[in-house]
């Protein structure tokens, strides 16, 4: 089992419907949980950071952390063709260290 | 926020010869940077973490030789890629832990062709 499971899609949705992304993962050490957002030929972007388990919410973006079930999930509402991107869940169990990442989920919103 | 500059974007050189990546905290000091490599329509993979003052610590599978990190001050990683063959062609991108702010920042990623 890979320590970071993600779902690469793709993932189509029409403008202005709720995403919902998710990973799922095996190390119980992490603790530090991030949504990177990566656009074609660019480099990643943070959108969420999340600490231990809750959940976090920044705009159109909510970032959720259930550390019982090892998942975690990053809605997005009201989703514009602007949001079409490859999405990263990352996590580590010690800061300074190393993100392990998922496999990253392509989404494409369509107007 | 924390920016992390990373030069060149874009390069394409002949097979054979070597690439130098910089790869620049501009509003913070990093004392450890990570490298990262990635190959179209896959995640990214850790290829060697970047210690200011000391050596680089290379993952499992990537050579050391060709593959050449320094990190000579608080705020600079270059990766030189040595002898670069075909194989080499991929995406590079540099990232710093912010201290305090336990957020990882990444740089925009060089895109290396080697013909």
């Known amino acids: 089992q890979k320590e970071v499971e993600q779902d690469p899609g793709p993932l189509s949705v029409p403008e202005g419907a709720i995403v919902s992304l998710n990973c799922t993962y095996s190390n119980s050490a992490f603790q530090y949980f991030m949504w990177y957002r990566q656009y074609s030929r660019k480099g990643p972007e943070l959108l969420m950071y999340?600490?231990?388990?809750g959940n976090k919410e920044d705009g159109r973006f909510t970032a959720q952390v259930d550390k019982s079930s090892k998942y975690i999930s990053l809605f997005i509402r009201d989703s514009q063709p602007s949001d079409s991107a490859t999405y990263l869940c990352?996590?580590?169990?010690?800061?300074?260290?190393?993100?392990?990442f998922g496999k990253g989920t392509r989404l494409s919103v369509i107007a | 926020g924390a920016v992390v500059s990373q030069h060149p974007s874009w390069v394409i050189c002949k097979s054979g010869t070597s690439v130098k990546i910089e790869c620049r905290s501009l509003d913070f000091q990093a004392t450890t940077m990570f490298w990262y490599r990635q190959f179209p329509k896959q995640s990214l993979m850790l290829m060697a973490t970047s210690n200011e003052g000391s050596k680089a610590t290379y993952e499992q599978g990537v050579e050391k030789d060709k593959f050449l990190i320094n990190h000579a001050s608080l705020t600079l990683s270059t990766l030189t890629v040595t002898s670069a063959h075909p194989e080499d062609s991929s995406f590079y991108i540099c990232?710093?832990?912010?201290?305090?702010?336990?957020?990882?920042?990444f740089g925009a990623g060089s895109r290396l062709t080697v013909l």
């Open positions: 990352a996590m580590s169990a010690v800061g300074n260290t190393p993100l392990v």
């Open positions: 990232s710093a832990w912010e201290s305090g702010a336990n957020v990882l920042t």
């Open positions: 999340t600490y231990s388990s």
